[in-house]
């Protein structure tokens, strides 16, 4: 089978202004890990968030980075995952649902009853996500995130810094690409020879379950390959919805 091609030499194509850019962001986790404690950074692993958590790594920022493994992730991100536990400088905290949780939704109302209804899938991200997710932002002031205005519509007024309620408690989250281009993303990556997710290079991205997940093809919206079985207006696990 011909190889894929690296999505490094797919969409490394920065922004005129990457440079700027770069120094906000830099200047942005500067400023958190100085007056923001305590903070953590929330990582699914994809690309974004290896950025972030390789400018973390060089910047000797005392940022921690947390991932939520749902048990239901693809075996390409676990190995990261490992890596990544390996290799970093900054501490990688890993959060699992509950496991007594789970085995409950698989009996009922089953492992496929994710793709029967909004509420099913919902369901299962508040065990496999949100559940641990309150877990890990407990007692932090902040937390930061890899969103991009440009991710989808959902996320085209996000700010970088936001009055956050997760769970039900109030927090703040940094979103410190949020002018980065999907270009600026992997010039970052290809310069900086940054670890990522292989899936990235079989046309992902954006990556989460592996249920939920899928390849996009050309022209398609870019988290048109998440939980594509439901509405495209209603692309979010409830990480990131706005109260």
């Not at 692993?45 to 972030?52: N, Q, T, Y």
């Not at 002018?179 to 990556?207: C, E, K, M, R």
Request: net charge neutral; hydrophobic share 40%; glycine share 4%.
């Amino acid at each position: 089978m011909k190889p894929h091609t690296p999505a490094t030499q797919l969409h490394a194509k920065p922004s005129s202004n990457f440079a700027e850019k770069l120094a906000t962001t830099q200047a942005q986790l500067k400023t958190a890990a100085a007056e923001l404690h305590p903070l953590k950074q929330a990582s699914s692993l994809g690309a974004e968030d290896v950025v972030i958590t390789h400018l973390i790594n060089s910047l000797n920022l005392t940022i921690p980075v947390f991932v939520l493994e749902t048990g239901a992730l693809h075996s390409e991100t676990l190995a990261l995952l490992e890596r990544l536990q390996a290799h970093s400088l900054a501490p990688i905290e890993v959060y699992k649902p509950q496991h007594e949780a789970v085995i409950a939704f698989v009996k009922h109302p089953g492992q496929q009853a994710i793709f029967e209804s909004m509420a099913n899938r919902k369901a299962c991200c508040a065990i496999r996500k949100l559940e641990p997710l309150g877990r890990a932002l407990q007692g932090q002031k902040a937390w930061i995130t890899g969103l991009r205005r440009e991710q989808s519509q959902a996320r085209a007024e996000v700010s970088a810094q936001e009055a956050d309620v997760t769970n039900g408690v109030s927090i703040i989250k940094l979103n410190p690409l949020v002018d980065w281009t999907w270009g600026d993303v992997w010039h970052y990556i290809a310069i900086n020879h940054v670890d990522y997710n292989p899936l990235h290079n079989q046309f992902f991205p954006s990556i989460g379950c592996a249920p939920c997940t899928r390849a996009i093809s050309l022209g398609e919206d870019f988290r048109a390959g998440r939980w594509w079985w439901e509405d495209e207006t209603a692309k979010e696990c409830g990480l990131h919805v706005k109260a």
